[in-house]
């Protein structure tokens, strides 16, 4: 997570239009609005651009600055916590499925989204996907219910000439012992009725699983996980 102060300061430069053009600002007005002196303002406005979320040209009236896409998305994480934090409890929402084989690709997607998964989630994800097959309507209604719930946010990005789009996460116990998450990746190839789910461990082999096992997902609200 981004380091309050930070964040802070992202924040009253997005307010000011950083986010989509640059905007001109001094130290010492930064240091008014963030209720600092001019000397921390600066230091932190370097700090914000040693990280990556922010550029900087110099003007003869102050500072060029904007917001760049790393700031952007550092902003949006905490904008989408404190939505979550807003979020008053639901009613349980436990789903149930069938072990089904995948498509062999869950290692690679694991991988190559494993240190943004990490950053959300807070955990390394083993390198591949528990696939869970939802058979039932009342289950397919807790999903539903479950989509209507704030996701956790993991923003996509390019490697190599790729795009990798946005993957919306929830967090679930899997039959009550292993902590873990739904993720629905903006593309893909599996049905509707196809749920990935990722953990720390190895979930098969944690609890044994094999095809058509039935297994039980109960949603974790994001704000009360630990």
């Not at 001109?24 to 303002?41: K, P």
């Not at 979020?87 to 498509?103: F, H, R, S």
């Not at 807070?122 to 996907?129: D, E, I, L, R």
């Not at 009550?176 to 098969?204: C, Y």
Request: with cysteine; glycine share 8%.
């Amino acid at each position: 997570m981004i380091q309050p102060d930070l964040w802070f300061t992202l924040f009253v430069l997005a307010r000011k239009g950083a986010i989509h053009d640059k905007v001109i600002v001094t130290t010492n007005e930064l240091g008014e609005e963030l209720g600092v002196s001019q000397q921390t303002a600066s230091r932190r406005i370097n700090q914000c651009i040693n990280e990556g979320y922010l550029i900087r040209s110099h003007v003869k009236s102050g500072m060029n600055l904007r917001i760049t896409d790393q700031g952007n998305k550092m902003l949006s994480n905490v904008h989408s916590s404190l939505e979550i934090a807003f979020a008053p409890p639901t009613e349980k929402i436990e789903i149930q499925g069938t072990v089904v084989g995948g498509l062999g690709e869950g290692a690679y997607y694991v991988d190559i989204y494993a240190t943004r998964f990490k950053e959300v989630l807070g955990f390394k994800a083993y390198s591949g996907t528990l696939n869970v097959r939802v058979t039932d309507e009342e289950s397919r209604e807790a999903v539903g219910r479950m989509k209507h719930t704030p996701p956790l946010m993991v923003t996509g990005f390019s490697n190599d000439g790729r795009t990798f789009g946005d993957v919306l996460c929830y967090r679930v116990k899997v039959n009550d012992k292993v902590e873990a998450a739904i993720v629905i990746a903006q593309r893909t190839h599996h049905s509707k009725d196809i749920l990935e789910v990722i953990a720390p461990i190895n979930i098969r082999r944690k609890l044994k699983l094999d095809d058509n096992a039935v297994v039980n997902l109960i949603v974790t609200a994001p704000h009360m996980a630990v």
